[in-house]
Protein backbone atom coordinates (compact mmCIF):
# COMPACT_ATOMS: atom_id res chain seq x y z
CA UNK A 1 0.00 0.00 0.00
CA UNK A 2 1.58 2.99 -1.24
CA UNK A 3 1.17 6.23 0.74
CA UNK A 4 0.67 8.50 -2.24
CA UNK A 5 -2.63 5.77 -3.31
CA UNK A 6 -6.32 5.99 -2.78
CA UNK A 7 -6.25 3.11 -0.73
CA UNK A 8 -3.74 5.04 2.06
CA UNK A 9 -6.73 7.14 1.98
CA UNK A 10 -9.00 5.35 2.54
CA UNK A 11 -7.21 3.13 5.08
CA UNK A 12 -6.72 6.50 7.10
CA UNK A 13 -10.28 7.82 6.91
CA UNK A 14 -11.39 4.28 8.89
CA UNK A 15 -8.19 4.57 11.39
CA UNK A 16 -8.47 7.93 12.30
CA UNK A 17 -12.12 7.78 13.86
CA UNK A 18 -11.83 4.20 15.10
CA UNK A 19 -8.44 5.29 16.67
CA UNK A 20 -9.93 8.80 18.33
CA UNK A 21 -13.33 6.94 19.40
CA UNK A 22 -10.95 4.20 21.16
CA UNK A 23 -10.86 4.91 24.92
CA UNK A 24 -6.86 6.94 25.06
CA UNK A 25 -5.32 3.69 26.94
CA UNK A 26 -6.27 1.00 24.41
CA UNK A 27 -5.45 3.48 21.49
CA UNK A 28 -1.87 1.41 21.00
CA UNK A 29 -3.79 -1.29 20.07
CA UNK A 30 -5.26 0.39 17.77
CA UNK A 31 -2.19 1.31 16.12
CA UNK A 32 -0.47 -1.87 15.92
CA UNK A 33 -3.54 -3.59 14.58
CA UNK A 34 -3.46 -0.83 11.65
CA UNK A 35 0.56 -1.33 11.17
CA UNK A 36 0.11 -4.71 10.67
CA UNK A 37 -3.34 -4.50 8.37
CA UNK A 38 -0.30 -1.58 6.78
CA UNK A 39 2.46 -4.47 6.48
CA UNK A 40 -0.04 -7.22 4.61
CA UNK A 41 -0.84 -5.13 2.09
CA UNK A 42 2.32 -3.56 0.83
CA UNK A 43 2.66 -6.17 -1.64
CA UNK A 44 5.79 -8.05 0.68
CA UNK A 45 3.10 -9.68 2.85
CA UNK A 46 4.85 -13.24 2.68
CA UNK A 47 8.16 -11.08 3.94
CA UNK A 48 6.09 -10.29 7.04
CA UNK A 49 8.38 -13.38 8.65
CA UNK A 50 11.18 -11.47 8.84
CA UNK A 51 10.00 -8.58 10.74
CA UNK A 52 7.87 -11.03 13.26
CA UNK A 53 11.41 -12.72 13.33
CA UNK A 54 13.62 -9.25 14.60
CA UNK A 55 10.52 -8.43 16.53
CA UNK A 56 10.59 -11.59 18.50
CA UNK A 57 14.32 -11.97 18.55
CA UNK A 58 15.15 -8.27 19.99
CA UNK A 59 12.52 -8.49 22.61
CA UNK A 60 13.28 -11.66 24.01
CA UNK A 61 17.01 -10.61 23.95
CA UNK A 62 15.98 -7.42 25.01
CA UNK A 63 14.40 -9.25 28.09
CA UNK A 64 17.56 -11.37 28.57
CA UNK A 65 19.57 -8.23 28.96
CA UNK A 66 17.58 -6.24 30.92
CA UNK A 67 16.76 -9.25 33.21
CA UNK A 68 20.74 -9.79 33.40
CA UNK A 69 20.80 -6.13 35.12
CA UNK A 70 18.07 -5.84 37.47
CA UNK A 71 19.13 -9.32 39.13
CA UNK A 72 22.77 -7.71 39.50
CA UNK A 73 21.21 -4.50 40.48
CA UNK A 74 19.18 -6.48 43.00
CA UNK A 75 22.34 -8.60 44.15
CA UNK A 76 24.03 -5.13 44.65
CA UNK A 77 21.83 -3.41 46.84
CA UNK A 78 21.08 -7.04 48.86
CA UNK A 79 24.35 -7.56 50.00
CA UNK A 80 26.93 -6.37 51.14
CA UNK A 81 30.11 -6.21 49.09
CA UNK A 82 33.41 -4.72 48.94
CA UNK A 83 33.87 -2.28 46.61
CA UNK A 84 36.47 -4.45 44.18
CA UNK A 85 33.36 -7.01 44.51
CA UNK A 86 31.31 -4.43 43.12
CA UNK A 87 33.08 -3.77 40.51
CA UNK A 88 34.13 -7.50 39.55
CA UNK A 89 29.86 -8.08 39.62
CA UNK A 90 29.40 -5.01 37.32
CA UNK A 91 32.30 -6.21 34.87
CA UNK A 92 30.94 -9.72 35.32
CA UNK A 93 27.55 -8.29 34.13
CA UNK A 94 28.56 -6.26 30.98
CA UNK A 95 30.86 -9.31 29.63
CA UNK A 96 27.27 -11.47 30.15
CA UNK A 97 25.15 -8.53 28.26
CA UNK A 98 27.36 -7.70 25.49
CA UNK A 99 27.33 -12.05 24.50
CA UNK A 100 23.24 -11.58 24.46
CA UNK A 101 23.47 -7.84 22.82
CA UNK A 102 26.53 -10.08 19.72
CA UNK A 103 24.13 -12.42 19.26
CA UNK A 104 21.33 -10.04 18.80
CA UNK A 105 23.52 -8.08 16.46
CA UNK A 106 24.90 -10.60 14.08
CA UNK A 107 21.03 -12.57 14.06
CA UNK A 108 19.22 -9.20 12.43
CA UNK A 109 21.87 -7.95 10.50
CA UNK A 110 22.50 -11.32 9.31
CA UNK A 111 19.18 -11.57 8.10
CA UNK A 112 19.46 -8.12 6.82
CA UNK A 113 22.96 -8.62 5.03
CA UNK A 114 21.46 -11.89 3.12
CA UNK A 115 18.63 -10.58 1.56
CA UNK A 116 20.18 -7.35 0.93
CA UNK A 117 23.45 -8.64 -0.24
CA UNK A 118 23.49 -11.63 -1.37
CA UNK A 119 23.06 -10.87 -4.83
CA UNK A 120 26.12 -8.39 -4.77
CA UNK A 121 28.40 -11.15 -3.14
CA UNK A 122 27.31 -13.61 -5.71
CA UNK A 123 27.63 -11.07 -8.68
CA UNK A 124 31.46 -10.39 -7.61
CA UNK A 125 32.38 -14.09 -6.91
CA UNK A 126 30.94 -14.48 -10.75
CA UNK A 127 33.31 -11.84 -11.76
CA UNK A 128 35.90 -13.28 -10.59
CA UNK A 129 34.99 -16.74 -11.72
CA UNK A 130 34.99 -15.13 -15.68
CA UNK A 131 38.37 -13.24 -14.94
CA UNK A 132 39.87 -16.57 -13.98
CA UNK A 133 38.46 -18.58 -17.13
CA UNK A 134 36.16 -20.21 -15.39
CA UNK A 135 32.26 -21.01 -17.32
CA UNK A 136 30.93 -21.90 -13.93
CA UNK A 137 28.52 -19.23 -12.87
CA UNK A 138 26.19 -19.32 -9.75
CA UNK A 139 22.59 -18.25 -10.12
CA UNK A 140 21.04 -14.88 -8.36
CA UNK A 141 18.38 -14.89 -5.95
CA UNK A 142 15.20 -14.14 -7.06
CA UNK A 143 14.27 -12.07 -3.65
CA UNK A 144 11.85 -9.57 -2.68
CA UNK A 145 13.16 -6.53 -0.81
CA UNK A 146 10.87 -6.69 2.15
CA UNK A 147 9.72 -3.30 3.16
CA UNK A 148 10.97 -1.27 5.35
CA UNK A 149 14.21 -3.66 6.45
CA UNK A 150 16.88 -1.50 6.66
CA UNK A 151 14.59 0.98 8.93
CA UNK A 152 13.30 -1.42 11.30
CA UNK A 153 16.54 -3.49 11.70
CA UNK A 154 18.55 -0.06 12.53
CA UNK A 155 15.61 0.96 14.79
CA UNK A 156 15.71 -2.72 16.89
CA UNK A 157 19.75 -3.20 16.69
CA UNK A 158 19.76 0.69 18.13
CA UNK A 159 17.37 -0.62 21.16
CA UNK A 160 19.57 -3.33 22.07
CA UNK A 161 22.49 -1.18 21.97
CA UNK A 162 20.98 1.80 24.37
CA UNK A 163 19.90 -1.32 26.57
CA UNK A 164 23.44 -2.96 26.93
CA UNK A 165 24.77 0.98 27.67
CA UNK A 166 21.70 1.10 30.34
CA UNK A 167 20.21 3.90 28.38
CA UNK A 168 16.76 2.68 28.32
CA UNK A 169 14.58 0.01 30.69
CA UNK A 170 13.47 -3.00 28.80
CA UNK A 171 10.43 -3.05 26.97
CA UNK A 172 8.13 -5.68 28.67
CA UNK A 173 5.21 -6.24 26.58
CA UNK A 174 5.64 -8.15 23.00
CA UNK A 175 2.44 -6.59 21.52
CA UNK A 176 3.70 -3.17 22.54
CA UNK A 177 7.52 -3.74 21.72
CA UNK A 178 5.98 -4.53 18.55
CA UNK A 179 4.27 -1.45 17.43
CA UNK A 180 7.62 0.41 18.32
CA UNK A 181 9.52 -1.57 15.56
CA UNK A 182 6.46 -1.72 12.65
CA UNK A 183 4.56 1.34 13.36
CA UNK A 184 3.18 2.02 9.61
CA UNK A 185 3.75 5.78 9.04
CA UNK A 186 7.66 4.85 9.66
CA UNK A 187 7.65 1.68 7.55
CA UNK A 188 8.37 3.22 4.44
CA UNK A 189 11.55 5.00 4.50
CA UNK A 190 12.00 6.19 8.22
CA UNK A 191 12.44 7.86 10.21
CA UNK A 192 14.71 5.77 12.34
CA UNK A 193 13.26 6.44 16.16
CA UNK A 194 14.73 5.56 19.53
CA UNK A 195 12.94 3.77 22.14
CA UNK A 196 13.14 6.58 24.68
CA UNK A 197 11.89 8.60 22.36
CA UNK A 198 9.15 7.36 20.38
CA UNK A 199 7.71 4.85 23.36
CA UNK A 200 5.82 7.65 25.12
CA UNK A 201 4.23 9.21 21.93
CA UNK A 202 3.32 5.50 20.87
CA UNK A 203 2.05 4.27 24.35
CA UNK A 204 0.28 7.98 25.41
CA UNK A 205 -2.98 8.19 24.66
CA UNK A 206 -3.00 11.70 22.72
CA UNK A 207 -6.88 13.38 22.54
CA UNK A 208 -8.23 14.52 19.85
CA UNK A 209 -7.28 18.51 18.75
CA UNK A 210 -8.04 19.91 15.55
CA UNK A 211 -4.36 21.49 15.96
CA UNK A 212 -3.25 17.97 14.82
CA UNK A 213 -5.72 17.31 12.33
CA UNK A 214 -5.16 20.92 10.32
CA UNK A 215 -1.21 21.13 10.85
CA UNK A 216 -0.80 17.04 9.62
CA UNK A 217 -3.08 17.68 7.14
CA UNK A 218 -1.31 20.80 5.69
CA UNK A 219 1.93 18.85 6.05
CA UNK A 220 0.91 15.90 3.88
CA UNK A 221 -0.63 18.26 1.13
CA UNK A 222 3.16 20.03 1.50
CA UNK A 223 4.68 16.68 0.91
CA UNK A 224 2.13 15.44 -2.30
CA UNK A 225 3.33 19.08 -3.69
CA UNK A 226 6.85 18.31 -3.26
CA UNK A 227 6.49 14.64 -4.88
CA UNK A 228 3.96 15.16 -7.84
CA UNK A 229 5.00 18.56 -8.62
CA UNK A 230 8.32 18.56 -8.44
CA UNK A 231 10.12 15.15 -7.89
CA UNK A 232 7.57 13.54 -10.19
CA UNK A 233 7.78 15.81 -13.01
CA UNK A 234 11.86 16.61 -12.43
CA UNK A 235 12.29 12.13 -12.78
CA UNK A 236 11.30 12.37 -16.33
CA UNK A 237 13.86 14.50 -17.77
CA UNK A 238 16.45 13.18 -14.98
CA UNK A 239 16.23 9.77 -15.93
CA UNK A 240 16.57 10.36 -19.94
CA UNK A 241 19.65 12.32 -18.95
CA UNK A 242 21.43 10.12 -16.78
CA UNK A 243 20.42 6.55 -18.45
CA UNK A 244 22.19 8.44 -21.86
CA UNK A 245 25.52 9.97 -20.86
CA UNK A 246 26.58 9.34 -24.74
CA UNK A 247 23.57 11.96 -26.68
CA UNK A 248 23.02 14.27 -23.19
CA UNK A 249 26.84 15.37 -22.37
CA UNK A 250 28.09 19.03 -21.54
CA UNK A 251 25.67 21.46 -20.40
CA UNK A 252 23.63 18.74 -19.69
CA UNK A 253 25.31 16.92 -17.37
CA UNK A 254 25.30 20.06 -15.24
CA UNK A 255 21.24 19.69 -15.94
CA UNK A 256 20.73 15.99 -14.87
CA UNK A 257 23.64 16.63 -11.92
CA UNK A 258 21.61 19.39 -10.13
CA UNK A 259 17.98 18.19 -11.61
CA UNK A 260 18.93 14.80 -9.87
CA UNK A 261 19.61 16.17 -6.73
CA UNK A 262 16.86 18.61 -6.58
CA UNK A 263 14.18 15.55 -7.58
CA UNK A 264 16.04 13.22 -4.85
CA UNK A 265 15.35 15.59 -1.60
CA UNK A 266 11.68 16.69 -2.99
CA UNK A 267 10.88 13.22 -3.14
CA UNK A 268 12.36 12.10 -0.02
CA UNK A 269 11.69 15.01 1.89
CA UNK A 270 8.29 14.91 0.44
CA UNK A 271 7.69 11.69 1.34
CA UNK A 272 8.88 12.46 5.09
CA UNK A 273 6.44 15.25 5.11
CA UNK A 274 3.55 12.86 3.95
CA UNK A 275 4.61 9.99 6.74
CA UNK A 276 5.20 12.48 9.56
CA UNK A 277 2.14 14.53 9.15
CA UNK A 278 0.08 11.05 8.69
CA UNK A 279 1.48 10.83 12.55
CA UNK A 280 1.00 14.41 13.64
CA UNK A 281 -2.83 13.28 12.42
CA UNK A 282 -2.36 10.67 15.26
CA UNK A 283 -0.92 13.24 17.72
CA UNK A 284 2.07 11.33 17.75
CA UNK A 285 5.42 13.23 16.86
CA UNK A 286 8.11 11.56 15.27
CA UNK A 287 11.73 12.75 14.63
CA UNK A 288 12.40 15.44 11.85
CA UNK A 289 14.75 13.91 8.96
CA UNK A 290 15.36 17.53 7.45
CA UNK A 291 16.86 20.68 8.62
CA UNK A 292 17.29 23.02 5.53
CA UNK A 293 20.11 21.22 4.17
CA UNK A 294 20.65 23.12 1.41
CA UNK A 295 21.26 26.32 3.35
CA UNK A 296 24.43 24.00 4.46
CA UNK A 297 27.87 25.94 4.11
CA UNK A 298 30.25 22.39 4.02
CA UNK A 299 29.51 19.40 3.37
CA UNK A 300 29.86 17.87 7.02
CA UNK A 301 27.32 20.27 8.04
CA UNK A 302 25.16 19.27 4.91
CA UNK A 303 25.00 15.69 6.20
CA UNK A 304 24.25 16.69 9.39
CA UNK A 305 20.66 18.50 7.88
CA UNK A 306 19.90 15.54 5.51
CA UNK A 307 18.70 12.12 6.83
CA UNK A 308 19.39 13.08 10.32
CA UNK A 309 18.12 10.13 12.16
CA UNK A 310 20.48 7.87 9.86
CA UNK A 311 23.39 9.71 10.72
CA UNK A 312 22.60 10.12 13.59
CA UNK A 313 22.39 6.20 14.19
CA UNK A 314 25.84 6.09 12.28
CA UNK A 315 27.35 8.75 14.80
CA UNK A 316 26.12 6.86 18.09
CA UNK A 317 26.16 3.17 16.99
CA UNK A 318 29.41 2.84 15.19
CA UNK A 319 31.78 6.31 15.16
CA UNK A 320 32.08 6.58 18.43
CA UNK A 321 32.65 3.21 19.53
CA UNK A 322 35.14 2.73 16.89
CA UNK A 323 37.32 5.61 17.69
CA UNK A 324 37.34 4.60 21.29
CA UNK A 325 37.66 0.84 20.31
CA UNK A 326 40.56 -0.63 21.51
CA UNK A 327 42.13 -1.18 18.03
CA UNK A 328 42.26 2.34 17.37
CA UNK A 329 43.72 2.94 20.88
CA UNK A 330 46.06 0.80 20.22
CA UNK A 331 46.79 2.55 16.51
CA UNK A 332 47.49 5.91 18.21
CA UNK A 333 49.69 4.80 21.14
CA UNK A 334 51.67 2.88 18.33
CA UNK A 335 51.97 5.68 16.17
CA UNK A 336 52.77 7.80 19.27
CA UNK A 337 55.64 5.53 19.92
CA UNK A 338 56.78 5.72 16.37
CA UNK A 339 57.31 9.80 16.91
CA UNK A 340 54.30 10.62 14.56
CA UNK A 341 51.65 12.96 16.36
CA UNK A 342 50.20 13.99 13.33
CA UNK A 343 48.92 10.30 12.65
CA UNK A 344 48.47 9.55 16.40
CA UNK A 345 45.77 11.94 16.77
CA UNK A 346 43.73 11.39 13.48
CA UNK A 347 44.28 7.81 13.65
CA UNK A 348 40.79 7.09 14.77
CA UNK A 349 38.86 9.57 13.27
CA UNK A 350 40.12 8.49 10.26
CA UNK A 351 39.42 4.39 10.69
CA UNK A 352 35.79 6.02 12.35
CA UNK A 353 34.82 7.73 9.66
CA UNK A 354 36.21 5.89 6.68
CA UNK A 355 34.01 2.67 8.56
CA UNK A 356 30.82 4.77 8.85
CA UNK A 357 30.99 5.81 5.19
CA UNK A 358 31.80 2.71 3.75
CA UNK A 359 28.83 1.13 4.97
CA UNK A 360 26.54 4.06 4.79
CA UNK A 361 27.53 3.62 0.91
CA UNK A 362 26.51 -0.45 1.52
CA UNK A 363 23.84 0.70 3.12
CA UNK A 364 22.43 3.22 0.18
CA UNK A 365 22.72 -0.09 -2.27
CA UNK A 366 24.14 -3.35 -2.92
CA UNK A 367 26.71 -1.47 -5.58
CA UNK A 368 30.18 -0.72 -5.73
CA UNK A 369 29.15 2.90 -7.26
CA UNK A 370 27.26 3.10 -3.52
CA UNK A 371 30.50 1.84 -1.29
CA UNK A 372 32.56 5.06 -3.97
CA UNK A 373 30.04 7.44 -3.01
CA UNK A 374 30.29 6.72 0.29
CA UNK A 375 34.18 6.95 0.26
CA UNK A 376 34.18 10.32 -1.93
CA UNK A 377 31.74 11.63 0.71
CA UNK A 378 34.47 10.84 3.32
CA UNK A 379 37.55 11.81 1.62
CA UNK A 380 35.93 15.01 1.22
CA UNK A 381 34.94 16.05 4.36
CA UNK A 382 37.96 14.67 5.96
CA UNK A 383 40.18 16.73 3.46
CA UNK A 384 38.13 19.94 4.39
CA UNK A 385 38.98 18.97 7.88
CA UNK A 386 42.71 19.61 7.53
CA UNK A 387 42.43 22.32 5.38
CA UNK A 388 40.64 23.91 8.42
CA UNK A 389 44.01 26.12 9.51
CA UNK A 390 43.89 26.97 6.07
CA UNK A 391 40.33 28.47 5.81
CA UNK A 392 41.52 30.06 9.16
CA UNK A 393 44.61 31.87 7.65
CA UNK A 394 42.69 32.88 4.89
CA UNK A 395 40.18 35.04 6.43
CA UNK A 396 42.65 36.60 8.78
CA UNK A 397 44.25 37.77 6.35
CA UNK A 398 41.19 39.03 4.09
CA UNK A 399 38.50 39.77 6.98
CA UNK A 400 36.30 41.33 4.79
CA UNK A 401 35.74 38.13 2.49
CA UNK A 402 32.69 37.39 4.82
CA UNK A 403 29.30 38.35 5.10
CA UNK A 404 26.41 37.14 3.07
CA UNK A 405 28.23 37.07 -0.13
CA UNK A 406 30.81 35.31 0.88
CA UNK A 407 27.83 32.94 2.94
CA UNK A 408 25.78 32.41 -0.29
CA UNK A 409 29.21 31.48 -2.22
CA UNK A 410 29.04 28.66 0.28
CA UNK A 411 26.27 27.56 0.56
CA UNK A 412 26.41 27.32 -3.81
CA UNK A 413 29.59 25.67 -3.62
CA UNK A 414 28.03 23.07 -0.83
CA UNK A 415 25.19 21.95 -3.32
CA UNK A 416 27.28 21.74 -6.64
CA UNK A 417 29.57 19.67 -4.86
CA UNK A 418 26.94 17.11 -3.24
CA UNK A 419 24.86 17.57 -6.60
CA UNK A 420 28.48 16.25 -7.93
CA UNK A 421 29.33 13.56 -5.66
CA UNK A 422 25.92 12.13 -6.58
CA UNK A 423 26.75 11.31 -9.82
CA UNK A 424 28.46 8.25 -8.78
CA UNK A 425 25.29 6.76 -7.85
CA UNK A 426 24.00 6.69 -11.40
CA UNK A 427 26.75 6.93 -13.27
CA UNK A 428 29.82 4.39 -12.92
CA UNK A 429 33.62 5.31 -11.47
CA UNK A 430 35.11 6.20 -14.97
CA UNK A 431 31.97 7.64 -16.19
CA UNK A 432 31.89 10.44 -13.37
CA UNK A 433 35.12 11.94 -14.02
CA UNK A 434 34.66 11.61 -18.23
CA UNK A 435 31.56 12.99 -17.78
CA UNK A 436 32.55 15.68 -15.32
CA UNK A 437 35.69 16.41 -18.00
CA UNK A 438 33.17 16.76 -21.12
CA UNK A 439 30.71 18.84 -18.72
CA UNK A 440 33.66 21.47 -18.00
CA UNK A 441 35.16 21.44 -22.02
CA UNK A 442 32.15 20.89 -23.81
CA UNK A 443 29.81 23.68 -21.96
CA UNK A 444 27.52 25.18 -23.61
CA UNK A 445 24.78 27.24 -23.14
CA UNK A 446 23.51 27.29 -26.16
CA UNK A 447 23.50 23.50 -26.37
CA UNK A 448 19.94 23.90 -24.13
CA UNK A 449 18.49 24.99 -27.29
CA UNK A 450 18.97 22.06 -29.67
CA UNK A 451 17.07 19.40 -30.43
CA UNK A 452 18.00 17.05 -27.75
CA UNK A 453 16.41 19.30 -25.23
CA UNK A 454 12.69 18.28 -26.62
CA UNK A 455 13.53 15.14 -26.53
CA UNK A 456 13.27 15.26 -22.48
CA UNK A 457 9.72 14.71 -22.07
CA UNK A 458 8.87 17.97 -20.52
CA UNK A 459 7.19 21.10 -22.15
CA UNK A 460 7.81 24.67 -21.70
CA UNK A 461 5.35 25.13 -19.32
CA UNK A 462 6.14 21.50 -17.17
CA UNK A 463 9.97 23.12 -16.80
CA UNK A 464 8.15 26.42 -15.73
CA UNK A 465 5.97 24.50 -13.41
CA UNK A 466 9.36 23.01 -11.56
CA UNK A 467 11.04 26.08 -11.86
CA UNK A 468 8.47 27.99 -9.96
CA UNK A 469 7.75 24.89 -7.49
CA UNK A 470 11.52 25.01 -6.87
CA UNK A 471 12.00 28.32 -5.77
CA UNK A 472 8.26 27.89 -3.70
CA UNK A 473 10.45 25.11 -2.15
CA UNK A 474 13.57 27.06 -1.22
CA UNK A 475 11.29 30.29 0.04
CA UNK A 476 9.37 27.98 2.19
CA UNK A 477 13.01 26.86 3.30
CA UNK A 478 14.15 30.60 4.15
CA UNK A 479 10.58 31.44 5.94
CA UNK A 480 11.41 28.24 8.46
CA UNK A 481 14.37 29.36 9.35
CA UNK A 482 12.45 32.13 11.81
CA UNK A 483 10.93 28.96 13.76
CA UNK A 484 7.64 26.88 12.58
CA UNK A 485 5.59 28.34 9.25
CA UNK A 486 2.44 26.42 9.96
CA UNK A 487 2.80 28.13 13.86
CA UNK A 488 3.15 31.36 12.47
CA UNK A 489 0.36 30.95 9.94
CA UNK A 490 -2.06 29.49 12.37
CA UNK A 491 -2.06 33.04 13.77
CA UNK A 492 -3.17 34.49 10.73
CA UNK A 493 -7.12 35.29 9.59
CA UNK A 494 -8.64 31.69 9.02
CA UNK A 495 -9.36 33.08 5.26
CA UNK A 496 -6.08 33.54 4.74
CA UNK A 497 -5.20 30.26 5.56
CA UNK A 498 -8.00 28.60 4.10
CA UNK A 499 -6.80 30.47 0.62
CA UNK A 500 -2.87 29.37 0.98
CA UNK A 501 -3.91 25.86 1.60
CA UNK A 502 -6.76 25.43 -1.14
CA UNK A 503 -4.18 27.03 -3.80
CA UNK A 504 -1.68 24.54 -2.84
CA UNK A 505 -4.70 21.39 -2.74
CA UNK A 506 -5.47 22.78 -6.64
CA UNK A 507 -1.70 23.15 -7.44
CA UNK A 508 -1.60 19.27 -6.46
CA UNK A 509 -4.74 18.38 -8.65
CA UNK A 510 -4.14 20.34 -11.51
CA UNK A 511 -0.12 20.46 -11.51
CA UNK A 512 0.76 16.63 -10.09
CA UNK A 513 2.00 14.32 -12.46
CA UNK A 514 0.01 11.08 -12.98
CA UNK A 515 -1.11 9.36 -16.16
CA UNK A 516 -1.35 5.47 -16.80
CA UNK A 517 1.62 3.23 -16.48
CA UNK A 518 3.41 5.97 -14.28
CA UNK A 519 3.85 4.71 -10.66
CA UNK A 520 3.58 7.73 -8.72
CA UNK A 521 3.82 6.14 -5.38
CA UNK A 522 7.63 5.16 -6.02
CA UNK A 523 9.91 6.54 -3.61
CA UNK A 524 13.52 6.40 -4.18
CA UNK A 525 14.05 5.75 -0.93
CA UNK A 526 11.63 2.42 -0.43
CA UNK A 527 14.47 0.64 -2.20
CA UNK A 528 16.55 0.84 0.97
Not at 34 to 56: D, H, Q, R
Not at 281 to 306: D, V
Request: positive net charge; proline residues 3%; aromatic residues 20%.
Amino acid sequence: MSIVSYPFFIFLAFLLPLYYFTAEAFRWKVLLFASLLFYLFSGTSFYIVFILLTTLSTFFLGKWIGRMAEETDKKLHTEVLEKEEKKRYKKELKKRQKRVLILGLFLNFGILAIIKYTNFVIENINALLYQSGSEQQFSMMNWIFPLGISYYTFQAMGYLIDLYRGKCSAEKSLPRFALFLCFFPQLVFGPISRYSDLSPELFTGHSFQFKNIRFGASRILWGFFKKLVIADRLSIAVSLIISDPETFNGIYVLVGMIGFTLQMYADFSGGMDIILGTAELLGIRLPENFNRPFFSKSLAEFWRRWHMTLMQWFRDYIFYPLSGSRFCITGMNFFSSKKLPFLASRFPIYVASISVWFITGLWHGASWKYIAWGLVNCFVILLSQEMTPLYRAFHKHFPKCRGRVYDAFQVIRTFLLFSFIEMFEYYSFVNVFRMSFNMLTNFHIQDLYDERFSTLGLSLSDWIVVFLGVLLMLYISLLQRKGSLRERLSKKPEALRFTLYFLLFLSVLLLGIYGQGYDAGSFIYNQF
